[in-house]
């Protein structure tokens, strides 16, 4: 992973993959027909499927004889979301949490339903918010409240654009409501504490994370886990991770983008490419790349690399992501009422 300025400019760029049994993009439309998938996915995703797709060409070729080719886009979730709505033509979206594809839903591209359409309603990894610090954690952060000190810099993306940073306003809105007894005006204003240490508020997670790793900003970065190992693994003994009392399981989510993949007849290939990230194999490589994986058995392999003890609210302690997004994200809900404070 190299988190330079060159991946923030790239973030939203569509890239071919080519791998072991894909064919070359170089193909004319005709040559090429059925045989190309686009998958629209969110920022810290890069690197998993990239890896993916190669044992996803593999499998699709053993089983059909046909070579492929994958095509990854990547940026801040909801940005994406709004690119397919406006025509991109994704096959499939992966992205960072389920209001997004229910708003590519809502204009008529994906079929109701899709939730249901995979396993574990259609999340075949899940994730959790955590601390990135650098090592030593000089400022000796260690939970939520430790963010809202005056001497605290905070790096987090933005929620109007990046799924990651939707969960992580939640994860620190159940923190502080678990202080307070749920009382919301208390909540608000440490919430606007938050946002005042905030630096910068990137349009993505990746973009977040270039900002604290390689721009050297902040004291701690508000990460997806799997993003905060990826930069430990690449700057080892630079970083470590602090697991705040209260976090959440982030869950994304990913569904066929029906109208496009049938306008393209790449449905059938649609449909097995999401399937088969609930293989055994695939669910392996989300844990070796951070994610935690859907398979109860295969997450338990991991329990020495993720904190499976961890306290974690969910979505639905907010109603569901449609009455969530209602109440925080909306234009002039809760998060830009904070902000403009």
Not at 174 to 191: F, L, S
Not at 227 to 249: F, G, H, K, N, R
């Amino acid at each position: 992973m190299k988190l330079g300025k060159t991946s923030i400019i790239l973030a939203a760029m569509i890239t071919a993959f080519s791998c072991a049994g894909c064919k070359n993009n170089s193909t004319t439309s005709s040559e090429s027909k059925g045989e190309e998938l686009l998958n629209v996915s969110y920022d810290p995703t890069r690197e998993f499927y990239a890896k993916y797709n190669e044992i996803f060409c593999k499998h699709w070729k053993e089983e059909s004889g046909e070579e492929i080719t994958v095509t990854q886009s990547h940026g801040g979730s909801g940005s994406q979301a709004r690119s397919v709505i406006e025509g991109n033509e994704a096959d499939v979206v992966t992205l960072a949490l389920a209001h997004d594809i229910t708003a590519i839903e809502e204009s008529g591209l994906i079929d109701s339903g899709w939730m249901k359409e995979f396993d574990k309603e259609s999340s075949p990894y899940t994730s959790t918010i955590v601390f990135l610090v650098r090592k030593g954690n000089e400022k000796s952060i260690k939970d939520w409240d430790d963010l809202i000190r005056e001497d605290v810099e905070v790096i987090t993306p933005n929620p109007k654009t990046s799924g990651g940073a939707c969960w992580n306003f939640l994860a620190a809105w159940a923190y502080w409501q678990e202080q307070d007894g749920n009382d919301e005006e208390k909540t608000r204003e440490y919430m606007k504490k938050l946002y005042e240490n905030v630096l910068v508020l990137d349009s993505g997670a990746r973009g977040a994370t270039n900002t604290f790793v390689e721009n050297g900003q902040g004291d701690v970065l508000i990460a997806w886990e799997n993003e905060a190992y990826l930069s430990m693994e690449e700057y080892p003994d630079q970083y470590e991770i602090v697991t705040p009392s209260v976090s959440i399981l982030a869950q994304p989510s990913v569904a066929v983008v029906d109208q496009n993949a049938e306008a393209h007849e790449t449905i059938e290939l649609a449909k097995v490419y999401l399937e088969y990230l609930y293989s055994e194999e695939a669910q392996r490589l989300a844990g070796e790349n951070y994610y935690r994986p859907s398979n109860e058995e295969i997450l338990q392999e991991f329990s020495d690399q993720f904190d499976l003890q961890m306290n974690l609210v969910t979505i639905d302690d907010f109603g569901g992501w449609d009455k969530a997004y209602e109440t925080y994200f909306d234009d002039d809900a809760i998060f830009d009422q904070i902000y403009a404070e």
